[in-house]
């Protein structure tokens, strides 16, 4: 099949007996039955797509039986293939190309024509082969090498310069694709025992993922914590005989937090039966902030206004807030553990060594298993003050969102685009021919929705910045936000396991939960 400027899917189907059903479609003009001619001869199915400019472009899925053979030729479109296949011939000029197959016994052969090659797999592949002419060549069999050709999938994908994925989503891959040294914060999130972020280091750079590893202890701890542990899935405290408390923060449907509640706005049940609250109150606990911030090559100029920014921060929170500084570019570099003491956090602002490319969901995927992991429970938030173009992490940005909801951590990212663009202003290049070629070529087009994603999955709020002015708003904002929680406390029946769930009456609202902080327990080193 032919489709040079669209989209084409290819999935083998088990069940059909004969033939290809095919959907074609488009994002602009309809598309006539003179745009998809199909032929069929002897059993084999000829499919040719009429060209059309990229706003009218004809995307193509195409289902077949188990066992097909396929070819598809197409320019800068993406295509995948998808499924028990025979075998199948793609050729592109810098479209992606992703198969998703099962790997019982496959032989591969990839060819890049005009590039060094780019890809990424969810299985190690053989090395990189450079032949004459500028080639470049990936070649191997996985599973069952000496399977029959009746039994093996064939993948034969030549390319110019496009990107080749071999069994991993497109929202998996990270943006940096070579091979690399493990930095610092890989490291650490390998050290976590994080099995879902550490696979993502691993697929980055599988031989020196596997050195490391064999080098720690077949028995690792989880080291010092610095306060006392709550039990995973526990929110509730025991205060006095028969009596628990919890915190809880509720949200409108825009992730704002809402003030002014009482007690006869939320209803409390444990283990399924209805509990009488006895008291609500607003919280004045102090909160675990992180402070992550962006010192890249994109803002070594500004690094003056990084830590004037920083500063007033500090300034902001509450005296009683423990707060911990962390700065990345390539990699992370830790300014200060969590303390009170805003002398020394401000005093190390000075340490800040900027430059470097960016590597923003690595920096967040460290802070998850290292500083937020060992506060189990507790009140956190991490503030990222951003450009938000990250183009370096060995975590790609889905991992480290999942990782955010199960951490419990509030995220709140102050985005701030290099030079202050307004958004309107910035270009906007397309990503629907080929998303993932889109991708690379346009980083910065993917900051803004990735850091309002990670407020809202987290509970946080997100803040454009597009003036220095509105820093200082924002950061009065976040410590009102982190303020409005609110502390209740009811009446339990029980001494065992409890499964405890809060309502509130608001219409729209959702509740978070977590321990309430006993400041005694507190180190304020």
């Known amino acids: 099949m032919k489709n040079r400027n669209g989209r084409v899917v290819v999935k083998a189907v088990e069940g059909q007996k004969t033939g290809a059903s095919i959907e074609a479609s488009s994002p602009g003009a309809p598309v006539s039955p003179s745009d998809v ?6 059993g084999r199915v000829g499919i040719d797509v009429r060209a059309r400019r990229e706003s009218d472009r004809i995307d193509l899925t ?46 591969y052969d990839f060819l890049w024509q005009a590039s060094r090659p780019r890809y990424f797999s969810d299985v ?43 069994n991993v989503a497109a ?60 039990a995973p899935g526990e929110v509730a405290r025991q205060v006095g005989p028969s009596m628990m408390r919890l915190n809880a923060t509720v949200t409108d449907r825009h992730g704002r937090a809402i003030s002014g509640l009482g007690r006869s706005d939320f209803t409390v049940t444990e283990n399924g039966e209805v509990r009488q609250i006895s008291d609500v109150r607003p919280s004045s606990a102090p909160f675990n902030l992180v402070l992550l911030l962006d010192v890249s090559g994109s803002v070594e100029e500004r690094i003056d206004f990084i830590r004037k920014a920083a500063r007033n921060f500090l300034s902001t929170a509450s005296p009683q807030d423990r707060i911990a500084i962390i700065s990345f570019q390539t990699d992370i570099q830790v300014i200060s553990d969590f303390t009170t003491d805003r002398n020394l956090l401000s005093k190390r602002l000075d340490d800040i060594e900027a430059g470097g490319a960016t590597a923003e ?30 183009n370096k992490s060995f975590v790609p940005f889905n991992a480290v969102l999942e990782a955010t909801v199960e951490s419990g951590a509030l995220i709140y990212p102050l985005y701030v685009p290099s030079g202050l663009i307004p958004e309107s202003s910035m270009p906007v290049a397309s990503t629907t021919l080929d998303p993932m070629r889109s991708r690379y070529l346009t980083l910065t087009t993917r900051a803004d929705l990735e850091a309002r994603k990670l407020a809202e999955v987290s509970g946080g709020v997100y803040y454009p910045i597009t003036q220095y002015d509105e820093l200082q708003k924002a950061y009065d904002d976040v410590v009102a936000q982190l303020r409005m929680s609110y502390t209740i ?11 405890v769930s809060v309502r509130t009456s608001r219409e729209g609202a959702a509740v978070r939960l977590s321990p309430p902080v006993d400041i005694s327990l507190r180190s304020t080193k």
Not at 141 to 163: P, V, W
Not at 492 to 498: F, G, L, M, P, Q
């Open 171 to 230: 929202d998996m891959v990270p943006p940096d694709l070579h091979e690399r040294p493990l930095t610092e914060a890989a490291r650490a999130i390998v050290r976590s025992g994080d099995a879902d972020l550490s696979e993502a280091v691993r697929k980055v750079s599988p031989k020196l993922f596997g050195e490391y590893s064999r080098s720690l202890p077949s028995h690792r701890g989880e080291g010092p914590t610095l306060i006392q542990a709550t």
């Open 361 to 390: 969901y690595d920096a967040l995927a460290y802070v998850l298993v290292t500083q937020i992991k060992q506060l189990r429970g507790e009140r956190t938030a991490v503030v990222i003050l951003s450009d938000g173009d990250d």
């Open 124 to 166: 190690e592949l053989q090395k990189i082969k450079e032949k004459a002419g500028g080639l470049y060549v990936i070649k191997g069999r996985m599973g069952d090498e000496d399977a029959e050709k009746d039994t093996r999938i064939d993948l034969l994908f030549t390319t110019q310069r496009g990107l080749v994925l071999f």
């Open 489 to 499: 406390t009811y009446s339990s029946a029980t001494n065992s396991t409890r499964r």
């Open 37 to 42: 001619v199909a032929t069929s001869n002897s």
């Open 62 to 107: 195409v289902l077949v039986p188990q066992r097909s053979r396929v070819k598809v030729e197409s320019e800068d479109g993406a295509v995948d293939v998808i499924g028990n296949l025979a075998e199948a011939q793609v050729v592109t000029n810098t479209g992606t190309i992703r198969a998703d197959v099962p790997t019982d016994a496959v032989r």
